[in-house]
């Protein structure tokens, strides 16, 4: 069975306390700490030894989507704190600028796919060569993005066959023509399909879909949905 949880960003922007108080409500269990922003990551690095995670069997730390090539070093040291807990560590890899500084994370940093707006990352040839650079890092594949570049997904199943035994986590949502993390439709869910059987079934699964407190158990459910998972109610808190 996927473990399945939130971002805590798409919850509650810049406001992560508020997102776990959001998921103790919840049987989720799995969770995303996200800095996307350079100016959030030490904040949430300090913080994150106070939080109570027991809850969460699978948590991951987002990276900033943008690091300044004079911050990555400084970026970087404060990751190592996240990485000391054996969090993986979601990157996108234009934010990456020295490699050799990424390198030690191994198959703990998971370089995620990209949406039209970045210029490497968003199609299979673009994510080769990342991978022959951090041989050993892992994958976060965003099944929205890849929507967003191919609508037909023939992209999205061209990637997870290459990736598959570097697979470590599933992002989801709805991405919509401005590259922002919607809930889902029907037409999201119904291209998903298309490409679900090729993702294992114990992989976490962290839903970046930007909805309010009562719309949480809706959004659970239509994920379990889509992955025909048996166990929605329990994890919808119902």
């Known amino acids: 069975m ?3 949880g939130f971002s805590t960003g798409a919850l509650a922007l810049n406001d992560f306390c508020l997102a776990l108080r959001m998921l103790r409500q919840t049987q989720c ?39 300044d090539t004079a911050f990555e070093r400084r970026a970087v040291e404060l990751l190592d704190r996240a990485a000391a807990k054996q969090w993986t560590i979601v ?4 934010a990456i600028t020295d490699y050799s500084l990424w390198e030690h994370y191994g198959e703990l940093l998971a370089i995620e796919n990209m949406d039209k707006r970045k210029p490497i990352g968003r199609y299979l040839s673009e994510l080769i060569p990342l991978f022959e650079r951090l041989p050993d890092a892992s994958f976060c594949f965003d099944i929205g993005h890849a929507r967003q570049i191919d609508p037909s997904m023939a992209e999205a199943g061209s990637i997870l066959r290459e990736f598959q035994t570097r697979l470590k986590l599933l992002h989801i949502s709805e991405v919509n023509t401005e590259s922002k993390h919607d809930p889902l439709t029907l037409s999201a869910v119904l291209a998903f399909k298309k490409v679900t059987h090729l993702i294992p079934d114990n992989l976490s699964v962290i839903i970046e879909s930007r909805v309010t407190e009562d719309q949480i ?5 239509a994920v379990l949905d889509l992955f025909q998972t048996s166990e929605r109610k329990l994890l919808a808190g119902d």
């Not at 990157?91 to 234009?94: R, Y």
């Not at 158990?217 to 459910?221: G, L, R």
């Open 2 to 4: 996927k473990r399945i």
């Open 29 to 67: 269990d799995a969770v995303e700490l996200s800095a996307l922003r350079q100016a959030e990551l030490e904040p949430l690095i300090e913080a994150a030894d106070s939080f109570d995670l027991r809850q969460f069997a699978s948590i991951s730390f987002h990276a900033p989507s943008k690091i």
């Open 91 to 94: 990157v996108h890899p234009d």
């Open 217 to 221: 158990p809706d959004e659970i459910e």
